[in-house]
T-cell receptor, first 115, second 115 residues
Framework: SQQGEEDPQALSIQEGENATMNCSYK?????LQWYRQNSGRGLVHLIL?????REKHSGRLRVTLDTSKKSSSLLITASRAADTASYFC???????????????FGQGTILTVHP | EAGVAQSPRYKIIEKRQSVAFWCNPI?????LYWYQQILGQGPKLLIQ????????DSQLPKDRFSAERLKGVDSTLKIQPAKLEDSAVYLC?????????????FGQGTRLTVV
């Protein structure tokens, strides 16, 4: 089964609105990463948050991490039509205190931003 | 900085045939990943290399899939014989070092269709 599960599976909003996507995971992690995938293209890294961090910003992106609840959220503010894509969270699993760098992806959230 | 290079971009084969994919990671990246992404799903890790050694291949169908990383740089993924359910995009990614909290960079992928 997938380590990370995104919610919702699909999100449709108007340009200018904010988009929030959530990710839940099951085991201890070293870090959690968010990626974007445009139709038919490779994945692009958006942001990485370490297990000892609670919030991180990058431009219009804000990521939070709650390790007690094993969950993370990605907020895109003032969305644009160009933000239309699939968004995936990926967890770098921590097994026994050793960082393996094994990135496990969720099923993704399909975001559609209407002009 | 050059990105992760993959070839071919597209491949159509008949079931029971063999196919090979090639990946050239970013120069200096010790960790290399192969993922399988079936349409509508998140990427699934097939194998992870650290330099030329295998770190994780727990989800690699070893009866038909094989992978190697030559001299810790380029990598090839082979399927022999292919099945219809192998139709997917095969993504290669690399990161600086799995032991550090660094992001992975993905290639554009190879879209395989098995008919």
């Amino acid at each position: 089964s997938q380590q990370g599960e995104e919610d919702p599976q699909a999100l449709s909003i108007q340009e200018g609105e904010n988009a929030t996507m959530n990710c839940s995971y099951k085991t201890s992690i070293n870090n959690l990463q968010w990626y974007r995938q445009n139709s038919g293209r490779g994945l692009v890294h958006l942001i990485l948050i370490r297990s000892n961090e609670r919030e991180k910003h990058s431009g219009r992106l804000r990521v939070t991490l709650d390790t007690s609840k094993k969950s993370s959220s990605l907020l895109i503010t003032a969305s644009r039509a160009a933000d239309t894509a699939s968004y995936f969270c990926a967890t770098d699993i921590n097994a026994g205190g050793t960082s393996y760098g094994k990135l496990t992806f969720g099923q993704g959230t399909i975001l559609t931003v209407h002009p | 900085e050059a990105g992760v290079a993959q070839s071919p971009r597209y491949k159509i084969i008949e079931k029971r045939q063999s196919v090979a994919f090639w990946c050239n990671p970013i120069s200096g990246h010790a960790t290399l990943y192969w993922y399988q992404q079936i349409l509508g799903q998140g990427p699934k890790l097939l194998i992870q290399f650290q330099n030329n050694g295998v770190v994780d291949d727990s989800q690699l169908p070893k009866d038909r899939f094989s992978a190697e990383r030559l001299k810790g740089v380029d990598s090839t993924l082979k399927i022999q014989p292919a099945k219809l359910e192998d139709s997917a995009v095969y993504l290669c990614a690399s990161s600086l070092d799995r032991r550090r909290n660094t992001e992975a960079f993905f290639g554009q992928g190879t879209r395989l269709t098995v008919v």
